[in-house]
């Protein structure tokens, strides 16, 4: 199966627990079950610092309460480079994301924009599978690495195709400059602003997606749907209806 297993999973040496709220979502919703987040990063490499970054944020995920599963991109087909997209890590993503409440996205930034590997994952999400919607609904936190001057192309990108993916992208993001300096030489996220950033973004996605977790189906309902697929408001069960009747 193409999932990244993560190493020393409970090992924080860069978090300072002094200032961690570890439930960072109590009072906004239930967290049973737990979230579950899918995390997506953008590069082959071996010493790939997208996935460092993304390994550092399921390790946080985890303090915070959550479930996480890292896809591993090295056996994904291009996009329509297998006849009916019939392939396991193919199949494997799309129930990954399935499974999936939230995701965590983070890419290099190549030649400006975002990388094939990343944008290819992407892309073997389709908006609408079965009737099943592999993306909607669903929260997003955006993530970059790059190798030079701190930059946001990528992010901007993501942002982008998270709104395309019709997911709900929470405000902050991390954006991480000169990222071969930032990282030991186990893989670890060195102590810096950069590494804060990152707790706040995952402390954030808990958030959202504990809160918008009872109302996700509601809030992606569409009348153009309803309408395509035949399925009228019934009055007497509809809340608006209701509220609207008992007012008039």
């Not at 990108?157 to 019709?166: E, F």
């Not at 709900?168 to 030991?184: G, L, M, R, Y």
């Amino acid at each position: 199966m193409p999932l990244r297993q993560l190493s020393d999973p409970d090992h924080l040496p860069a978090l300072d627990p002094r200032y961690v709220h570890q439930r960072p979502a109590l009072g906004l919703g239930a967290n049973d079950p737990v979230p579950r987040i899918l995390l997506l990063y953008g590069s082959l490499r071996e010493r790939s610092f997208s996935r460092l970054c993304v390994e550092e944020a399921a390790r946080l995920l985890r303090f915070f309460g959550c479930e996480t599963r890292i896809f591993d991109p090295a056996t994904l087909p291009l996009p329509d480079q297998v006849t009916g997209d019939d392939h396991p890590a193919v199949h494997e993503l799309r129930e990954l994301s399935m499974w999936s409440e939230g995701h965590v996205w983070c890419s290099p930034e190549r030649h400006g924009q975002i990388t094939g590997v990343m944008k290819a994952q992407v892309d073997h999400l389709p908006l609408n599978m079965g009737g099943m919607r592999t993306t909607q609904g669903r929260t997003l936190a955006v993530c970059q690495v790059s190798a030079g001057s701190q930059s946001f192309n990528s992010v901007n990108t993501l942002r982008v195709l998270g709104r395309w993916m019709r997911m709900f992208t929470i405000p902050n993001q991390s954006s991480v400059a000169k990222a071969f300096q930032e990282f030991d030489d186990a893989g670890r996220m060195k102590p810096s602003s950069y590494y804060d950033r990152i707790v706040d973004v995952m402390e954030e996605l808990v958030r959202f997606t504990v809160l918008l977790r009872p109302h996700s189906v509601q809030l992606v309902d569409r009348y153009s749907e309803r309408k395509e697929a035949g399925v009228p408001i019934d009055p007497a069960t509809d809340l608006s209806s209701i509220a609207t009747a008992t007012r008039q």
